[in-house]
């Protein structure tokens, strides 16, 4: 496992997370991809019987937010789905984390939901190569743990408009979608496109089912969910 994705940014990184809408929200220093968050609930949901934690969804905040009430919030506990999503998080983080909020937890399989932060810069420079490590190890290391690993593809973002400097941001996304449907044809794991429902005409997150240019609304979720359990459903 190439160690930069563990080790090349999170020691120097400052002790402020950016939110994917641009606000600042406190993070230990040497929290920086914020363990703690799900500390409490990860105690509580490895007493779940297996059928209440059968897949962790790990995620930025498209993930954190599709478990929200105001969203479909009934979505994950019905299936017996568990969030992990935290706000402006980029892969790298996602990657420190992957052991007590996924492996640690024990369950049937993993939904990745990860690329917005990363393309847009949150961590610094995009990095297509570290981004693609960070991919590539955790569905890795749920693979020898013996969790199914499923990989859904970074949804689409004409603007991401707390970086303007990024520019339209579609074609990285594109180019990072390809290469994950090639990592999980190549390695055994499976492929969820969430494109079909999401994109308009010009590659972007269709109007009416987003909040914004970049996070889905309720009917955004509405229109996903039955794009995941048509996969994950018989897991």
């Not at 109007?207 to 979720?221: I, Q, S, T």
Request: aromatic residues 8%; proline residues 7%.
């Amino acid at each position: 496992m190439n160690r930069r994705h563990l080790l090349a940014t999170a020691p120097l990184l400052p002790m402020l997370a950016v939110t994917q809408a641009g606000a600042a929200e406190p993070v230990q220093a040497l929290d920086w991809a914020n363990r703690a968050r799900y500390a409490a609930a990860n105690t509580a949901d490895k007493a779940l019987p297996a059928d209440k934690r059968r897949v962790v969804f790990m995620g930025d905040s498209i993930t954190e937010n599709w478990a929200r009430p105001e969203h479909d919030g009934a979505f994950f506990p019905t299936h017996g789905f568990i969030g992990r999503g935290i706000s402006g998080q980029t892969t790298s983080q996602m990657l420190l984390r992957f052991t007590p909020d996924v492996l640690e937890l024990a369950p049937r399989a993993v939904h990745i939901l990860a690329g917005t932060n990363d393309v847009a810069e949150n961590g610094g420079t995009y990095d297509p190569a570290l981004t693609h490590d960070n991919l590539a190890a955790m569905a890795s290391l749920a693979k020898a743990a013996g969790i199914k690993v499923f990989i859904g593809s970074v949804p689409p973002a004409r603007d991401v408009y707390w970086r303007k400097s990024v520019g339209d941001p579609t074609e990285r996304i594109l180019a990072l979608n390809t290469w994950i449907a090639v990592l999980c044809r190549d390695q055994g794991h499976t492929y969820i496109d969430y494109w079909p429902v999401l994109a308009d005409a010009n590659k972007g997150l269709k109007a009416e089912l987003g909040l914004d240019p970049v996070h889905p609304n309720r009917a955004g979720y509405l229109a996903m969910g039955p794009v995941a359990l048509k996969v994950l459903a018989g897991i």
